[in-house]
T-cell receptor, first 110, second 113 residues
Framework: AQSVAQPEDQVNVAEGNPLTVKCTYSVSGNPYLFWYVQYPNRGLQFLLKYITGDNLVKGSYGFEAEFNKSQTSFHLKKPSALVSDSALYFCAVIYGDMRFGAGTRLTVKP | DADVTQTPRNRITKTGKRIMLECSQTKGHDRMYWYRQDPGLGLRLIYYSFDVKDINKGEISDGYSVSRQAQAKFSLSLESAIPNQTALYFC????????????FGPGTRLTVL
């Protein structure tokens, strides 16, 4: 059974607009949730994580994510997108080991 | 992340050949992981190791083996490569604790003809 899902393969936004990359999870108990970003020809880089506490988590490069237990979601957000934010984004959950979503390609157009 | 290095970065080989991918880290982490990345499937865990004497199978270990030679080194072997093992392979490390983020190497692109 899939532990984490990213329902959108591709997200396109204009520079300066807010962006959202969606993630839902399907593990029981208290999940440990992560967001990573992958730039071309690079490994994944950690952006932020939710372990416990405040549902709004702030991370690197101006990104933030909101944990919503009732909707089992952990969407990644940024108030104003940059062209340099264009990359592949992965949501992940620790469920024994770390399970990754399939990834969402974000394209920010000038 | 320069703290986690992988060699080679690219490799083309033929079906049936034995291949070894190597990973080294200078982060001092105890935990190391091997993943493969395929388009549309995200990353899938092949093997992981929590210390030098600990080796665990991940989601897709068939056709692969690993060796943890030292705290800093974790190698992945394909004993007899097949075309559907063509993928991007990543090594990762993390510190002790079940909630810590992982740090990834730059990846090895493997093509099996």
């Amino acid at each position: 059974a899939q532990s984490v899902a990213q329902p959108e393969d591709q997200v396109n936004v204009a520079e300066g607009n807010p962006l959202t990359v969606k993630c839902t999870y399907s593990v029981s108990g208290n999940p440990y949730l992560f967001w990573y970003v992958q730039y071309p020809n690079r490994g994944l880089q950690f952006l932020l994580k939710y372990i416990t506490g405040d549902n709004l988590v702030k991370g690197s490069y101006g990104f933030e994510a909101e944990f919503n237990k009732s909707q089992t979601s952990f969407h990644l957000k940024k108030p104003s997108a940059l062209v340099s934010d264009s990359a592949l984004y992965f949501c992940a959950v620790i469920y024994g080991d770390m399970r990754f979503g399939a990834g969402t390609r974000l394209t920010v157009k000038p | 992340d320069a703290d986690v290095t992988q060699t080679p970065r690219n490799r083309i080989t033929k079906t049936g050949k034995r291949i070894m991918l190597e990973c080294s880290q200078t982060k001092g982490h105890d935990r190391m992981y091997w993943y493969r990345q395929d388009p549309g499937l995200g990353l899938r865990l092949i093997y992981y190791s929590f210390d030098v004497k600990d080796i665990n199978k991940g989601e897709i270990s068939d056709g692969y083996s690993v060796s943890r030679q030292a705290q800093a080194k974790f190698s992945l072997s394909l004993e007899s490569a097949i075309p559907n093992q063509t993928a991007l392979y990543f090594c990762a490390t993390s510190d002790l604790g079940g909630t810590n983020e992982q740090f990834f190497g730059p990846g090895t692109r493997l093509t099996v003809l």
